[in-house]
């Protein structure tokens, strides 16, 4: 997992850089197509205007498809859904915000598409409309959402720090760094899943791959 992330870390970083003054929404997009394909990274970025959302606000959502995969078509879409104005200049740490949001949900699909091709494309579960709660519980999901979880916590703290809250997920769920949680995707399993077995074996994944993976190529 390593090598993946630290490919998608060099994308945003490189966009980053690249873009380092004021930059308009188009080319920021324009930018980070680029350095997916420059790391090889086959990935389709788009975008969606959502008038009902403040021009302010954004979100990221990812799909893989393994279909696509297996008949080696594009596999991951990206998808900014977005309402900002055309003459909107994105300051440094809106790049980052947005760049941060792509990078986790790319990480985060990148996972699944290990999934799949480790039990050669079969059976990849379709739960985009099942109840918010199965789609946590599902085990392709429980394993993606580990590696994003533990990401996050990396981001904001050691990994022995983090170990060490394992067998208190919900203690951990309700920690801040800043104003906002310190794993958004760790609040939702504890919402859902409160008291559940469910959390000790998500605990044990996120144990995992805070062992595991390399702080050094998580995108801050």
């Known amino acids: 997992m390593n090598s993946l992330l630290e490919r998608v870390n060099t994308v945003c970083k490189n966009v980053r850089d690249i873009n380092c003054d004021s930059i308009s ?3 920021l997009v324009g930018s980070v197509r680029k350095e997916f394909k420059e ?6 970025l788009k975008t969606k205007k959502d008038k009902k959302l403040e ?3 954004f979100y990221v959502l990812a799909y893989y498809d ?9 596999p991951i879409e ?13 300051k440094d740490s809106q790049t980052t915000e947005l760049l941060v949001e792509i990078y986790d949900a790319t990480v985060h699909e990148l996972r699944h598409q290990q999934q799949s091709k480790h039990r050669k494309y079969e059976n990849f579960s379709d739960h ?6 199965r789609y946590l519980a599902d085990p392709d999901e429980l394993d993606a959402y580990a590696v994003s979880i533990a990401v996050d916590l990396l981001r904001v703290m050691t990994a022995e720090r983090a170990k060490r809250y394992m067998s ?3 203690v951990l769920a309700k920690m801040r760094f800043g104003p906002v949680y310190v794993s958004t995707n760790l609040q939702a399993y504890v919402l859902h899943f409160r008291n559940n077995p469910l959390l000790n074996r ?6 995992k791959n805070l062992e595991t993976l390399d702080k050094r190529h998580i995108f801050v």
């Open 25 to 27: 929404f188009k080319k």
């Open 39 to 44: 790391q090889d990274l086959d990935i389709d």
């Open 55 to 57: 021009p302010s606000n």
């Open 66 to 74: 393994a279909d696509s995969d297996f008949n080696n078509e594009t």
């Open 78 to 90: 990206v998808i900014i859904h977005h309402n900002f104005d055309d003459l909107l200049k994105f």
């Open 128 to 133: 985009a409309e099942s109840p918010y709660d």
């Open 168 to 170: 208190k997920l919900t």
């Open 202 to 207: 998500l605990a044990k994944k996120v144990y």
